[in-house]
């Protein structure tokens, strides 16, 4: 079945630091993929939609600048959290569509949690 | 995307069939009823989907109430790693998979020993 990595699993950083996570579909291609954002205790929130060789479109109140996104090929993107503050300490989830699969489901990735200090 | 209802936990024996429902009532023609689960610190996993008729396959079973209005997910043998919380999404499945998916707060299915 479909596959999506995401890589790392965990990481600490310092405030002010930037932070790279990435995403990839292992076995399809993936013109479009998604990264999601999770508190504790709360259900998964859509960031942005990350667009094979365009530019990604985020949701409403998901700060672009903040949060880049980079989808440079079919099977990778990459969220990028810059000058990272506490309160962007999350759960971060990337997902995916296989096309091929029809009306089927959506693959994600394992999360990355991120702890700022 | 159709609202959707789910009792915030449930309880199950081990061994014994999780019965998880969803109420939709809103749904329309073309809406699929998706369920996925989210085991604690790991991405949601795909379980299942249906239209109208109802499903099976090696992880669940899901019924679809012939007025569409509601469905309900089996697990017909709960074991203890099947403790997680259980999303049901109503959507237009997109044909070039552009939109993502928007998360209610699910079931949390508790399986006691």
């Known amino acids: 079945g479909a596959v999506v990595s995401q890589h790392p699993s965990w990481v600490i950083c310092k405030s002010g630091t930037s932070v790279k996570i990435e995403c990839r579909s292992l076995?399809?291609?993936?013109?479009?993929m998604f990264w999601y954002r999770q508190f504790p205790k709360q259900s998964l929130m859509l960031m942005a939609t990350s667009n094979e060789g365009s530019k990604a479109t985020y949701e409403q109140g998901v700060e672009k600048d903040k949060f880049l996104i980079n989808h440079a090929s079919l099977t990778l993107s990459t969220l990028t959290v810059t000058s990272a503050h506490p309160e962007d300490s999350s759960f971060y989830i990337c997902s995916a569509r296989d096309r091929s699969v029809g009306a089927a489901g959506y693959t994600f990735g394992s999360g990355t949690r991120l702890t700022v200090v | 995307d159709a609202k959707t209802t789910q009792p915030t936990s449930m309880d199950c024996a081990e061994g014994r069939a999780a019965n998880l429902p969803c109420n939709h009532s809103?749904?329309?023609?073309?809406?699929?009823v998706y369920w996925y689960r989210q085991i604690h610190s790991q991405g949601p996993q795909y379980i299942i989907h249906g239209l109208k008729n109802n499903e099976t396959n090696e992880m669940a079973s899901l019924i679809i109430t012939e007025d569409r209005k509601s469905s309900t997910l089996i697990l017909p043998h709960a074991t203890l790693r099947d403790t997680a919380v259980y999303y049901c999404i109503v959507r237009v499945p997109s044909k070039g998979g552009a939109d993502g998916l928007t998360f209610g707060k699910g079931t949390h299915l508790i399986i006691q020993p």
């Open positions: 809103t749904i329309s023609g073309n809406e699929y």
């Open positions: 076995d399809f291609q993936a013109t479009t």
